[in-house]
């Protein structure tokens, strides 16, 4: 997620709990943490998918979904 993005989303929590937000920008605040929220899952998902367990004899196992 770009900078200018988190930047905003900080922005208008402050604004929030200082002034309080318009319809619109509480819309703006919803669609910014939603994709800030898919990013972090995206990115945590990425890692997991690269993580091995290495067992006391050496082995490494992949690190399974959960269904």
């Given at each position: 997620m770009e900078k200018s993005k988190i930047e905003r989303i900080s922005f208008l929590a402050k604004k929030a709990k200082t002034e309080g937000l318009s319809e619109q920008e509480r819309k703006e605040q919803k669609t910014l943490r939603d994709e800030?929220?898919?990013s972090v899952k995206k990115n945590l998902t990425a890692q997991l998918d690269n993580t091995y367990i290495v067992r006391p004899d050496?082995?490494?196992?992949?690190?399974?979904?959960k269904k």
């Open positions: 800030y929220i898919a050496g082995t490494k196992q992949k690190v399974q979904k």
